[in-house]
């Protein structure tokens, strides 16, 4: 599986990216989708994750209400909607596939930069 994340970019304190991750080589539809990022310095960190029926969603506290995580089996794509960002979001944003209860594949990231 080849993941591409795509649509980061600079973008002030309140305002809005949504990042897509398109994926290729095989399906992902069975496959639990996530999202997640990491700022300098740091470890990358979970952000959010969908089920392969996109009915079950997990995000992390710090952006629930403000980040929705979603997917289009049908095109193998999946998306993570970012309103209202901080100044904390900055980060390389990267897509995973979960497989059997690990996180096997990963896309290459995309930067998100929020300014103040």
């Known amino acids: 599986v080849q993941l591409q994340a795509s649509g980061g970019g600079l973008v002030q304190a309140g305002g809005s990216l949504r990042l897509s991750c398109a994926a290729s080589?095989?399906?992902?539809?069975?496959?639990?989708m996530g999202w997640f990022r990491q700022a300098p310095g740091k470890e990358r960190e979970f952000v959010a994750h969908?089920?392969?029926?996109?009915?079950?969603?997990l995000y992390t506290d710090s952006v629930k209400g403000r980040f929705t995580v979603s997917r289009d089996n049908a095109k193998n794509m999946v998306y993570l909607q970012m309103n209202n960002l901080k100044t904390e979001d900055t980060g390389v944003y990267y897509c995973?596939?979960?497989?059997?209860?690990?996180?096997?594949?990963w896309g290459q990231g995309t930067q998100v930069t929020v300014s103040s």
């Open positions: 080589g095989r399906t992902v539809s069975t496959y639990i």
């Open positions: 969908i089920t392969w029926t996109g009915r079950f969603t």
């Open positions: 995973g596939a979960n497989v059997g209860g690990r996180w096997d594949y």
